[in-house]
């Protein structure tokens, strides 16, 4: 028998020589899906393996801020506490717009229902929040804070069909990258439940019978092909494919812009690759998460970004990351943010951004831009003339944001293609129900087969729709769908 085995090609279970090992339920991945998915497995008494392709668990879930995206029944008790009350419905409706036009109404009505809940259970699991909260706007919050406004809430055109809440929950972790405890916790939960990891694991490829059941996997460990028998299913949670430049290419070729993957380095889309070798469909597989160097500090927001025509394009208060997509696709790859002397910073995350224009009077920085005399100009007096009424009629930039840009010296920051650093994941995968049971083009359940996290097209589907928080939502609430449902397919 050939040892060539690929993500791209199941093996036929007559080829397999011998069960290395045999278990109820085999996760691929042990970071924020299949560490949730080991936990409610084990809980279901299924006996639970998880292969790790890395040499310690968390996945790129451990390079996160460490929030979860939850809400609804009222609020959280932290959002209660605080004075948020945050109804069901207000949740599902801001659901399926972050969705975008493909937004699941089976997937978001599940979880709005019951995301408070999951936010205690995280908690009754060891996550830890102090149950703080941080007003103001924050890409993740420095301090240990809990609760923050983490997407497009307060921003239209959000604002305008959902009320309000702020629903990021951030781990109890002081500075930036949470995620690091978060999966921390949540893995040692796994273990501590009775998982079994292996690490510098590589599953190769599934194992099927004749009928296209999912049967087992192929994992490759210290150089040696092990045949793994997964009685119940195996369950995907590979993550994306950000790290495969050839897959991005291909589905996403808008990413390739961004130079900075967020990624622990193993989203090679193999797991996705994996379920499409035995008839998984996809969904929105172009899609993916953006951001560029905007704020902090908050001063920016109240800037205004303009194209070549030196025109706005975008509510400069909404979410970061839907502010880069707009910047991205903008004619030629190109944008500046204009701000004036009261307002003018350096972000943060980018301090050498180029300044691509300075002057003494917007003309001259319209001027130097090379700009279509009279465009940039008059954007300017007619976005000053509304914010000195505290509106903006054209994109609904919140009053709060809003103020006239007269301060001298004037000057606009380059966002043009090739000036500013990008960061991006991929958002597409497998199509699965919410239970995590993975559907083939016809929409029919593949047998043994289940996908969660990144590797699975979830809540967060659309790019421009992004908020923080909502991947780890996603992850660990459809993880332990995922785990129920394979646990229980083997279950007399």
């Known amino acids: 028998m050939s040892n060539n085995f690929s993500p791209g090609r199941a093996c036929p279970v007559?080829?397999?020589p011998r069960w290395d090992?045999?278990?109820?339920?085999?996760?691929?991945?042990?970071g924020a899906a299949g560490s949730c998915v080991a936990i409610e497995a084990r809980g279901a008494g299924a006996q639970v393996d998880v292969f790790e392709v890395a040499s310690a668990p968390g996945g790129s879930a451990s390079l996160s801020g460490g929030e979860v995206y939850v809400g609804g029944s009222g609020g959280t008790e932290v959002q209660r506490e605080h004075g948020f009350a945050d109804e069901t419905d207000d949740l599902r409706q801001y659901l399926l717009m972050a969705g975008g036009p493909t937004a699941d109404a089976d997937r978001v009505g599940l979880y709005a229902a019951q995301a408070a809940a999951h936010f205690s259970w995280l908690r009754a699991q060891g996550v830890p929040f102090k149950g703080t909260y941080l007003p103001g706007k924050w890409i993740e919050p420095?301090?240990?804070?809990?609760?923050?406004?983490?997407?497009?809430?307060?921003?239209?055109?959000?604002?305008?069909?959902?009320?309000p809440a702020p629903r990021g929950?951030?781990?109890?972790?002081?500075?930036w990258g949470g995620g690091q405890l978060l999966m921390e916790k949540l893995c040692a939960r796994a273990l501590a439940l009775g998982a079994t990891a292996h690490y510098n694991s590589r599953a190769l490829c599934l194992i099927t019978d004749d009928n296209g059941a999912v049967k087992g996997l192929v994992v490759r460990r210290e150089g040696q092909e092990l045949f793994v028998q997964a009685r119940s299913g195996v369950v995907l949670c590979a993550g994306g494919f950000i790290a495969n430049r050839d897959m991005v290419a291909r589905?996403?070729?808008?990413?390739?812009?961004?130079?900075?993957?967020v990624t622990a380095g193993n989203d090679d889309g193999s797991g996705i690759r994996m379920g499409i070798s035995v008839g998984a469909t996809t969904l929105n597989m172009q899609e993916f998460f953006a951001t560029l160097p905007f704020f902090p500090p908050e001063s920016l927001i109240k800037g205004i970004f303009i194209n070549e025509r030196g025109q706005r394009f975008i509510n400069e208060d909404t979410y970061h990351g839907r502010v880069a997509h707009y910047v991205l696709r903008q004619p030629n790859g190109r944008a500046w943010l204009l701000v004036d002397n009261d307002i003018f910073d350096r972000p943060l995350l980018q301090p050498d951004i180029t300044v691509a224009a300075v002057g003494d009077t917007w003309d001259e920085v319209e001027q130097e831009l090379a700009l279509e005399p009279g465009s940039l100009t008059a954007t300017v007096a007619e976005f000053n003339r509304q914010a000195r009424a505290g509106q903006d009629p054209y994109f609904h930039k919140h009053a709060g944001?809003?103020?006239?840009?007269?301060?001298?010296?004037?000057?606009?920051?380059?966002?043009?293609?090739?000036d500013i650093e990008g960061h991006a994941f991929t958002l597409g995968g497998l199509a699965t129900r919410?239970?995590?049971?993975?559907?083939?083009?016809?929409?029919?359940?593949?047998?043994?087969?289940?996908?969660?996290?990144?590797?699975?097209?979830?809540?967060?589907?659309?790019?421009e729709g992004y908020s923080s928080g909502l991947s780890l939502g996603d992850s660990t609430f459809f993880g332990r769908q995922a785990g129920r449902s394979a646990a229980n397919a083997g279950a007399p």
């Open 251 to 261: 589905h996403a070729p808008e990413a390739l812009v961004c130079e900075h993957q």
């Open 21 to 30: 090992l045999v278990t109820d339920v085999a996760v691929v991945g042990f």
């Open 142 to 163: 420095p301090t240990d804070d809990t609760l923050i406004w983490s997407g497009n809430e307060q921003a239209w055109p959000f604002s305008a069909k959902a009320k």
């Open 401 to 418: 944001w809003l103020r006239p840009l007269l301060s001298p010296p004037f000057a606009a920051l380059s966002y043009c293609r090739g």
């Open 434 to 463: 919410p239970t995590g049971e993975v559907l083939n083009a016809d929409g029919q359940i593949i047998s043994g087969l289940y996908a969660a996290g990144r590797t699975a097209c979830g809540l967060p589907r659309w790019g």
């Open 14 to 16: 007559d080829q397999v």
């Open 169 to 175: 929950h951030t781990v109890e972790f002081e500075g």
